[in-house]
């Protein structure tokens, strides 16, 4: 499937609207780059960091959802943005009980997870926003 943002399209110049290629480019590496770093974030803290019981726990399997949505960031999947940018909620909510009631070296990492959940939404919500709006300037521009 060919894509409306990818940066192999010829740019219209008759057109005053901006291509949007780097502007969504930035929002998909940015998507891709919170979720590794959540993914990495889960796992590393089940398992050495700040582990439930020392030796570690089952608990880093909380990473395998997240796990799913990144072939699908890679390949501009629209509808793997949107699911992630509701799944992300769910371990938003999981930093924010952890920060609140954890004992300190597991409160820092909760905080971070909860940084990266949030800029994964954002990048999901602007990714998804701006190629909408690229799509829907495109059909414009055709009519």
């Excluded at 219209?12 to 291509?19: A, E, F, G, K, V």
């Excluded at 409160?107 to 701006?130: S, T």
């Amino acid at each position: 499937m060919t894509d409306a943002l990818s940066p192999h399209t010829a740019e219209n110049t008759s057109s005053p609207i901006r291509q949007p290629g780097s502007d969504v480019a930035t929002t998909r590496w940015l998507a891709v780059g919170s979720l590794l770093a959540l993914i990495a974030l889960c796992v590393a803290w089940e398992l050495w960091l700040a582990p439930v019981r020392s030796g570690g726990t089952l608990l880093y399997l909380k990473a395998l959802p997240l796990a799913f949505g990144v072939i699908g960031l890679l390949k501009r999947r629209m509808y793997t943005y949107r699911w992630l940018s509701l799944l992300v909620w769910i371990y938003f909510t999981e930093g924010v009980v952890r920060a609140w009631s954890d004992a300190a070296p597991s409160r820092w990492l909760a905080l971070g997870e909860v940084a990266l959940c949030a800029l994964l939404f954002i990048a999901c919500a602007a990714h998804v926003r701006l190629r909408q709006r690229a799509a829907r300037a495109a059909r414009l521009n055709q009519a």
